[in-house]
């Protein structure tokens, strides 16, 4: 990919916590196209998490900012402005589930636990649209993407209320699509395959997941990296014209019906068990 993409840009990128994670590899690769960030989480993942070393790499200020607290967004859009000026892109990465680290079946929710999980994981992004929107902060053209996946269209019990807050996270990107478009500003979700981050290894079950959909996926699944390098194309000018969409950047496994794979090594599978009934049964 040809550097200096996102020459003279300048953005807020929400989320990265570590250098697994895939808001991490989007500063990254932002700073390699030439564009100015900055980082920002809460106040508790920059404490957990090691950010100051992609502040000193990038040379990009963290801003600490609660998601959940209207205040502290204004306070984060206020001081961006001191330091660049308003902004050209948004990253949103920012989801948590308490009911799917506490392994709570979706049919025994926490219902205050799911009101954070929509809280963080959803109306996150309109508060900062909101917020970005009354400040005036975003420059006409601005492209906003947020992370989702496909949990939003397909149940995934383990997923479990992340599965309706991707949902309606992809909603909300539609509805402020609509009403930004007049300024040419996009609003984009993209639906990742599953990576092995912090945050994706912590679910349970992640092992299987992510071995089924590599096996789906005719292109297998993406990295950190490759998300973040479709994410330079969607900041950059070269998609103007795309907004409102949820992309799937998965390797094809969302239009995959059963690869040859998968069906192989359930034919043996079924066949290795009723080998073993039947000799169980024998043995009777």
Same mark, same amino acid.
């Given at each position: 990919?040809?550097? $200096?993409?996102?020459?003279?840009?300048?953005?807020? @990128? *929400?989320?990265?916590? %570590?250098?697994?994670? @895939?808001?991490?590899?989007?500063?990254?690769?932002?700073?390699?196209?030439?564009?100015?960030?900055?980082?920002?989480?809460?106040?508790?993942?920059?404490?957990?998490?090691?950010?100051?070393?992609?502040?000193?790499? /990038?040379?990009?200020? @963290? /801003?600490?900012?609660?998601?959940?607290?209207?205040?502290? /967004?204004?306070?984060?859009?206020?001081?961006?402005?001191?330091? *660049?000026?308003? /902004? %050209?892109?948004?990253?949103?990465?920012?989801?948590?589930?308490?009911?799917?680290?506490?392994?709570?079946?979706?049919?025994?929710?926490?219902?205050?636990?799911?009101?954070?999980? +929509?809280?963080?994981?959803?109306?996150?992004?309109?508060?900062? +649209?909101?917020?970005?929107?009354?400040?005036?902060?975003? &420059?006409?053209?601005?492209?906003?993407?947020?992370?989702?996946?496909?949990?939003?269209?397909?149940?995934?019990?383990?997923?479990?209320?992340? &599965?309706?807050?991707?949902?309606?996270?992809?909603?909300?990107?539609?509805?402020?699509?609509?009403?930004?478009?007049?300024?040419?500003?996009?609003?984009?979700?993209?639906?990742?395959?599953?990576?092995?981050?912090?945050?994706?290894?912590?679910?349970? $079950?992640?092992?299987?997941? *992510?071995? *089924?959909?590599?096996?789906?996926?005719?292109?297998? &699944?993406?990295?950190? %990296?490759?998300?973040?390098?479709?994410?330079?194309?969607?900041?950059?000018?070269?998609?103007?014209?795309?907004?409102?969409?949820?992309?799937?950047?998965? $390797?094809?496994?969302?239009?995959?019906?059963?690869?040859?794979?998968?069906?192989?090594?359930?034919?043996?599978?079924?066949?290795?068990?009723?080998?073993?009934?039947?000799?169980?049964?024998?043995?009777?």
């Amino acid at each position: 990919m040809a550097e $200096g993409m996102l020459k003279g840009k300048k953005g807020i @990128i *929400f989320g990265a916590l %570590d250098e697994r994670s @895939i808001a991490w590899r989007v500063a990254l690769a932002a700073h390699r196209e030439g564009a100015q960030c900055v980082l920002t989480n809460a106040p508790i993942a920059l404490r957990l998490g090691t950010l100051n070393a992609l502040s000193e790499e /990038i040379n990009a200020p @963290i /801003i600490p900012c609660d998601v959940t607290d209207q205040e502290a /967004i204004a306070d984060l859009f206020a001081k961006t402005k001191d330091h *660049f000026g308003t /902004i %050209d892109f948004i990253l949103h990465a920012v989801g948590m589930s308490p009911n799917v680290r506490k392994g709570k079946a979706y049919t025994d929710l926490n219902y205050t636990w799911v009101h954070q999980t +929509l809280d963080i994981s959803a109306l996150s992004l309109h508060r900062v +649209l909101q917020q970005a929107t009354q400040d005036e902060m975003l &420059n006409n053209g601005a492209s906003v993407v947020a992370l989702s996946y496909i949990g939003a269209q397909r149940i995934f019990s383990k997923y479990s209320d992340m &599965n309706d807050a991707k949902a309606l996270l992809e909603s909300i990107a539609r509805n402020f699509g609509s009403r930004l478009g007049s300024k040419g500003i996009r609003v984009n979700t993209v639906s990742q395959g599953p990576t092995k981050t912090s945050a994706g290894t912590g679910i349970k $079950g992640f092992d299987g997941m *992510f071995t *089924f959909a590599e096996k789906m996926a005719p292109l297998g &699944n993406p990295s950190a %990296d490759d998300c973040a390098d479709y994410c330079m194309t969607l900041f950059s000018d070269y998609t103007r014209m795309v907004t409102m969409q949820n992309l799937y950047h998965d $390797g094809g496994f969302a239009t995959s019906g059963i690869s040859e794979e998968l069906v192989e090594a359930l034919e043996k599978a079924f066949a290795e068990e009723s080998g073993e009934a039947a000799n169980s049964g024998e043995g009777g």
